[in-house]
């Protein structure tokens, strides 16, 4: 059936540009041939290729999904039409963006060889380039849009996610001296971008894109500060399973001598102007008090024999934000269940300590813990390896430098979701990362920069957000700032202001006429005790700008009338605008006459014009006078795409340079090729002679092809290598507390604990 039977006839622009917003399958025609092939000739069904189309998958899924929903209940008196409308634009902008994406990601499957995930030169330049000058309604990825590519089950979490993201802005400006009072004034904000995704989805694509590292690493840190540190102590004994012993231990800053296979080793603890000579931090967890541990206290119970394995964890968080505390539910899951030690390092953050140092400090821990075995409880006959995502570089390039010096290798390496290549060439499942809520495309490259001690400052930002809406309102594409007081907005034309108004003249005996609904919805009332009530009006004081600035976003289109013709919808918030149809538009019927009822400057139940269409283009019966919501001359909360102001106007060749420009200023990050930045790009005697490698990736992790690209790589050089990818979760899946409900998220986290147990030399019965 045709798309356009579907579409409310309010959609015109978007039903008739369906098909052309649909990008051809056909142009990605052999994603298999990038797939991992393992030494058995079994085949990894996954690369980023079949990411890219399995998310346009569930992008057209969540569409039908809405338009089966509208066709169920649409005869129901209680249908309300503006919601699907909104949701409607929404994906309906979403599968433009998509479409935009996977032509890029064409261009770069026609560039690539045989099996080669990673473009350089010209190619690498196109996922900044489309991030810089080109429209892909990130604000809806972001919006109402949120976190489709994953289960029903996940999304929860991704949009508690987003929306403390969106809230937290507010409190990292703000002054620190009141901390619950910022954290009242959060959730207070939290519950205004859960009413309101589009506004929502266009703060979190400007934060996303274009804040700093700076930001980033606050918000990844929320987890380290002390009251929530307090919280979650009290909680972990509550989500985790109970260990003995869970405690802090330093090495200190001094010298480690130790015998290798090459000689004596001396190590030398790292030292930088910034921080200077620093201990190593670490984190002791074991299920069982053990021959050697130092419990903290003394007791009468007897220790248990030490282990014969010993687990060595490098915590993940983009090289600038967390520590091992943040990942301490699943590392006591580990311990209790394995019955083994584990020992997480603690090493310095990036932008104050960028590369070499955490590899150097992931070195100089294992070195010691090598010299402490027995006070670690354990004879370290076996030794596993294990990092996620900036972590699982970090254990590869420490097996590395272990290997250099000829000191003892771990058994094996265990890797989950991390990054191999820390240069700018682009990869599909890269592109994933312009619409995913967990790693967006801003986000990757400022933790890349500042592990690489390129970290732009907060006017560099600045300066790069100004150059892009420069370029972007040169194409016509105007974004409205989030942060600034709304002002009329030129994206649709007024046939007369001086007519307009917010309802239609009624008299006091007509029935029909309801209510117009108020801007923005009063927050649900709350019984303040007297030690709240100071806080929560502190609060709505910060918060009366904003609110004025946002007054009218919420506003949304008469329901009860259902949705006439129009030439255009503009969202704001739930808010619809309505604009006449040309005569050659899709919505005019074929006498000629156009379909479209209502208009900015008619009223219904004025005129013949009252026989109106509704959401599904069904003949509805005529209306009385109502109220009529229209253009307030705020700003349009998306991307207006139109032609350009005059004073904006530039030539094509100077648009050009400026988006060279731009792409120029996010930095290229090609001196990050360096093999203890990037190992995935090492010499091949570097890599030859490590321990057997367990890689384990997720299919909508922008991530990926690091996991498939190496795999590629250890294999060509003999190593033992093993890839597993599962699907439909999300980078970071170790953090996630699942329920149960999501056999996903479980069976990614069962998958690393069983090749921990492989290492640790664990067989099925539960001893080694």
């Not at 849009?145 to 089950?153: A, D, I, K, R």
């Not at 592109?431 to 006017?459: K, R, T």
């Not at 991307?639 to 792409?663: F, G, H, N, W």
Request: hydrophobic share 35%.
């Amino acid at each position: 059936i045709a798309p356009e039977k579907y579409f409310c006839p309010s959609l015109p622009p978007f039903s008739s540009s369906l098909s052309l917003s649909l990008p051809s399958c056909s142009s990605l025609p052999s994603p298999f041939r990038f797939d991992f092939i393992l030494s058995d000739g079994t085949r990894v069904k996954a690369n980023g290729y079949r990411s890219l189309l399995s998310t346009l998958s569930s992008l057209l899924l969540q569409l039908h999904q809405i338009l089966l929903k509208v066709t169920k209940e649409r005869s129901s008196m209680f249908f309300l039409p503006g919601d699907h409308i909104s949701n409607l634009t929404a994906y309906c902008r979403a599968l433009e963006g998509m479409n935009k994406i996977l032509e890029n990601a064409a261009v770069l499957m026609d560039a690539s060889a045989q099996g080669q995930l990673f473009g350089e030169g010209e190619v690498s330049e196109r996922l900044r380039g489309i991030v810089c000058s080109e429209y892909i309604a990130r604000d809806v990825f972001y919006g109402r849009c949120l976190g489709f590519q994953y289960p029903s089950s996940t999304r929860p979490v991704i949009k508690m996610l987003a929306v403390a993201m969106a809230s937290y802005e507010r409190w990292y400006k703000a002054d620190k001296d009141n901390p619950l009072r910022q954290l009242m004034h959060s959730l207070w904000k939290g519950n205004k971008y859960l009413q309101n995704p589009t506004q929502m989805g266009l703060k979190l694509d400007d934060l996303t894109l274009m804040s700093s590292v700076y930001f980033v690493k606050a918000f990844w840190s929320i987890m380290e500060q002390d009251v929530v540190k307090a919280a979650m102590g009290a909680a972990m004994t509550l989500i985790s399973h109970s260990v003995e012993i869970s405690h802090s231990l330093e090495i200190p800053a001094k010298n480690i001598v130790m015998e290798g296979t090459k000689g004596k080793v001396t190590l030398t603890p790292p030292f930088s102007e910034q921080l200077g000579y620093r201990p190593i931090p670490l984190l002791f967890i074991s299920n069982k008090w053990r021959d050697g541990q130092n419990r903290g206290y003394s007791s009468k119970k007897q220790p248990q024999p030490a282990a014969s394995g010993l687990i060595v964890h490098i915590h993940g968080g983009g090289f600038v934000a967390q520590s091992p505390r943040s990942h301490e539910f699943y590392l006591r899951t580990w311990s209790q269940e394995l019955k083994t030690p584990v020992v997480s390092i603690d090493y310095s953050l990036s932008p104050e300590a960028p590369f070499p140092r955490p590899v150097e400090e992931c070195t100089m821990a294992y070195a010691w813990i090598l010299q402490n075995l027995t006070l670690l409880g354990t004879t370290g006959e076996h030794i596993v390896l294990v990092g996620d995502s900036a972590g699982g570089n970090l254990a590869v390039t420490t097996a590395m430098k272990i290997l250099e010096y000829g000191l003892r290798l771990p058994d094996r390496i265990v890797t989950v979701y991390a990054t191999f290549n820390l240069t700018s060439a682009a990869s599909p499942s890269r592109f994933l990362s312009l619409f995913d809520p967990i790693l967006p495309i801003g986000v990757l490259l400022n933790c890349m920069q500042a592990y690489s001690d390129v970290a732009p400052s907060n006017e560099e930002v600045q300066r790069r957000r100004d150059l892009r809406n420069r370029v972007l309102r040169a194409k016509g594409v105007y974004i409205p700032d989030p942060n600034v007081k709304n002002v009329a907005s030129p994206s649709v034309p007024r046939k007369n202001p001086e007519k307009e108004r917010t309802e239609a003249p009624a008299t006091d005996s007509d029935e029909s006429i309801k209510k117009v609904p108020p801007s923005r919805p009063p927050p649900p009332s709350l019984a303040h005790s007297s030690s709240t009530q100071p806080l929560l009006a502190a609060a709505d004081a910060d918060d009366d700008e904003e609110e004025e600035e946002n007054r009218s976003e919420d506003v949304v289109v008469s329901n009860g009338g259902g949705g006439g013709g129009s030439n255009g919808v503009v969202e704001e918030g739930d808010r619809l605008i309505t604009v006449d149809l040309s005569d050659d538009s899709p919505g005019t019927s074929e006498s000629g006459e156009s379909e479209t009822r209502l208009t900015e400057d008619t009223t219904p139940g004025t005129g013949p014009e009252t026989e109106m269409v509704d959401f599904v283009g069904r003949q509805k019966k005529p209306l009385k006078k109502r109220p009529v919501l229209t253009h307030q001359g705020t700003a349009s909360l998306l991307y207006c795409c139109r032609e350009p102001e005059e004073q904006d106007r530039l030539p094509p060749a100077e648009i050009e340079k400026m988006t060279c420009e731009l792409v120029k200023a996010l930095g290229s990050l090609e001196g990050n090729k360096n093999p203890y930045m990037s190992p995935g790009l090492a010499p091949d005697d570097m890599l030859r002679g490590l321990p057997p490698v367990h890689i384990i990736g997720t299919t909508l992790d922008p991530l990926l092809d690091d996991s498939v690209d190496m795999a590629r790589r250890l294999q060509s050089l003999g190593q033992p290598v093993t890839l597993n990818v599962v699907e439909n979760i999300p980078h970071g899946f170790l953090c996630f507390k699942s329920a149960g409900s999501d056999q996903d998220l479980e069976a990614g986290q069962r998958l690393c604990i069983e090749y921990i147990k492989q290492g640790l030399g664990i067989t099925s019965n539960g001893h080694p």
